[in-house]
């Protein structure tokens, strides 16, 4: 019953900027870690930018300083915050989420994914 839902996704003309969002729902759920992935045709997947619940981050060589990956723990939601995109921007962007339910303690979490937004950069 635990849903990740991307959103913000869109057309933008190289240069510009997008702000993707990552909302966790469930019942009686704690949030861990969360992470943003994309895929485009032809290439391998990648890792933009990853959060732990306590703030820590990671980012993609190829996205450090453009990219950041804010979250609000009150909400269990995460963004991707992306700045002076590039055409190699340009792909479907997945959130996945490390997520564990509060009444069963000792239990490990369990990995969630979205269904991706799309992210279409021009030059």
């Known amino acids: 019953q635990v849903r990740v839902v991307e959103s913000g996704g869109g057309l933008v003309q190289a240069g510009g900027s997008l702000r993707l969002s990552c909302a966790v729902s469930?019942?009686?759920?704690?949030?861990?870690?969360m992470s943003w992935y994309r895929q485009a045709p032809g290439k391998q997947r990648e890792l933009p930018a990853a959060i732990t619940r306590g703030g820590s981050t990671n980012y993609a060589d190829s996205v450090k300083g453009r990219f950041t990956i804010p979250r609000d723990n009150a909400k269990n939601t995460a963004y991707l915050q992306m700045n002076r995109l590039k055409p190699e921007d340009t792909a479907v962007y997945y959130c996945?989420?490390?997520?564990?339910?509060?009444?069963?303690?000792?239990?490990?979490?369990?990995?969630?994914w979205g269904q991706g937004t799309q992210v279409t950069v021009s030059s």
């Open positions: 996945a989420a490390s997520v564990s339910r509060l009444l069963s303690v000792g239990i490990p979490p369990s990995d969630y």
């Open positions: 469930g019942s009686s759920i704690s949030v861990n870690a």
